[in-house]
């Protein structure tokens, strides 16, 4: 009679490596979404800002871009095509840790067939910012997975005693025969 050790640890082995992967696929969505949001606004951002920055009105983008920079981005940068001088919101922000932040590079073209550069617009932002977001969503998965793990966990000890039962009376069928 071969009898297996209980399948509980197994079960308890799959569901924290469940529970790992679900962060690791949480972390991966939420900053692939962060990323995506924060591209569409700084493009949004630059389409709004493009006549002043081709025009060379650097005061008026200074001014305009400030509130919208500050609440969405750690900074942006104008990189002129031409060689004039760069400038940024806020002043001398420049390229940040590639580990801590991301850059949206959104180029601004003269022409409305977008085949004269005239520069680009370089916006900064944390790449983790979701993170807390991603966590709260797994720490709520948890939560919601532990009456059913409890449960699943009762139902296979069951089936162990039961089996074992089985075996044993099996066992003690076959001495007596």
């Known amino acids: 009679m071969n009898m297996k050790a209980p399948p509980l640890n197994n079960l308890l082995r799959k569901f924290l490596v469940f529970q790992l992967l679900t962060l690791v696929a949480l972390v991966g969505l939420t900053v692939a979404f962060t990323g ?27 001014t305009q871009m400030s509130g919208p920079i500050s609440r969405d981005f750690r900074g942006a940068v104008w990189v002129p095509k031409n060689g004039d001088a760069p400038f940024s919101v806020p002043i001398n922000i420049g390229p940040q840790n590639i580990l801590l932040y991301r850059t949206a590079a959104v180029p601004i073209y003269f022409d409305e067939q977008s085949t004269r550069l005239a520069g680009q617009l370089l916006f900064y932002y944390s790449r983790w910012t979701s993170i807390p977001t991603a966590i709260a969503i797994w720490l709520v998965l948890i939560i919601i997975s532990i009456p059913v793990a409890r449960h699943e966990n009762a139902r296979l000890a069951r089936e162990y005693e039961l089996r074992l039962k089985f075996e ?10």
């Open 36 to 62: 995506h949001f924060k591209s569409r606004l700084a493009g949004q951002l630059t389409e709004a800002l493009r006549e002043p920055l081709i025009s060379g009105d650097i005061r008026s983008v200074s």
């Open 168 to 177: 044993l009376k099996d066992s003690q069928a076959s001495l007596a025969a």
